[in-house]
Structure formats: C-alpha cells, structure tokens
C-alpha cells in the first residue's frame, strides 16, 4: 500500500488540459524533491519531472510540476492521443529510507 | 549512446533463487547512484533498493528487506540484484534504472525490463 495516494483516473477530451495530484506526508513530499513518471503500455517508465519541477531535456512543456507541502501536482497541457498512460508520482520517505511511488493515474484521452 | 540493458530474468520455482544484471554503457557509471523497482502485473510501479554510487550505502523497501540485495561492479559498470526466497508475488517485469537529480529517485535513464515469474 502506497503513501503517495493519486487519483485511479483521469480523462480528458484532445486539447483539453488535466491535472494529477499526489497527496502524501511530512516524510516524504514534504521533504524531498518529487518526481513524476509517464508509463506507456510496454515500455518502460519514462521520467517527465525531476526537483519538484524541472524536466529532463526532451519533454515538452506541455507537461509541468509543482510542490506545495505535503501534495504535488503534475498539469498536462493540450493533451493528445499519445498521452494515453499511467503516470506516477514519486519521492524519497525519510522516515522509511525508502522511495516511494504514488498509486498511479490513468490518463484516458475521450 | 546511454544505455542499461538487464538480463537474468527467467521462471523459477518459488524458494529459488535468480540474479538479474544491469549492465550500463554511455556514461560514468561510477558516479551515479542506481535503483531497482519493478512492475507487478496489474499492479503498479513499486522501488526496491537504491546502492550509493561507491557502494557506502544501500536502501531496500520493506517487502525485499533481507530477501533481496542489491549490489554493483564499478569496474564492469554493471549492477545487480540477488533475489532469494522468492514468493509468487515476486513476480513482475523488473527495471533498473540510474538517479537523477538532487535526490533519491529513479531518473532519466531506464533498462528495457526483464519479466521473472515464480511458481508456485
């Protein structure tokens, strides 16, 4: 069972905006950078988010992150087809000196 | 080009044992900290074990704790996991998959997966 609790789905029409939370505690989001991961269907995860914020070289920036607290949320401009996946919340727990991720959301594009 | 390719995958009875490597190549495998985590089917994405880039430290989830140990080869640039005592809900397709940034988190570098299924 998962600290870092996301919603089992979302869905959204081509072009409309989404946005994904990942609600968790003090020893985890709260004190540590968070991380967020797009899984297609077969692949391997692909990292989208790193510090809370910042994107790896290649990913677009319809994709963005924020942090405030103990949750974080990860925003999905324009969505299109190819964005059809699981996302996935993650961070370092401090107090269990362990990563966690989150429950994962299925992004479904209507 | 950066690359992380993992083998050793298989069938095992449950009990058994198997040991997956991940061999990587592309970049200074010796300064960066790596992580296994693995993906249950149906399920979703779950973070096993992290080694320090020198091997000074290793962190496990609670689930593979004294089961599971994570190692690496610097000189071979290669990292492993020993798994031992292995229980059917072991079975999931297995990553590693190198950090990435200020913290402790798996990052932007990933192996392709390899499935291991355990019988009962």
Known sequence: QSVLTQPPSVSAAPGQNVIISCSGSSSNIGDNYVSWYQQLPGTAPKLLIYDNNQRPSGIPDRFSASKSGTSATLGIIGLQTGDEADYYCGTWDTSLSAHVFGTGTKVTVL | ?120
């Open chain 2, 1 to 120: 080009q950066v690359q992380l390719v993992v083998s050793g995958g298989g069938v095992v009875q449950s009990g058994g044992s198997l040991r997956l490597s991940c061999a990587a190549s592309g970049f200074t495998f010796n300064i960066y900290g790596m992580h296994w985590v693995r993906l249950p089917p149906g399920k979703g994405l779950e973070w096993l074990a992290y080694i320090r880039s020198d091997e000074s430290a290793t962190y496990y989830s609670d689930s593979v704790k004294g089961r599971f140990t994570i190692s690496r080869d610097n000189s071979k640039s290669t990292l492993y996991l020993q798994m031992d005592s292995l229980r059917p809900d072991d079975t999931a397709l297995y990553y590693c998959a190198r950090n990435t940034g200020s913290g402790f988190s798996p990052g932007d570098r990933w192996g392709q997966g390899v499935l291991v299924t355990v019988s009962s």
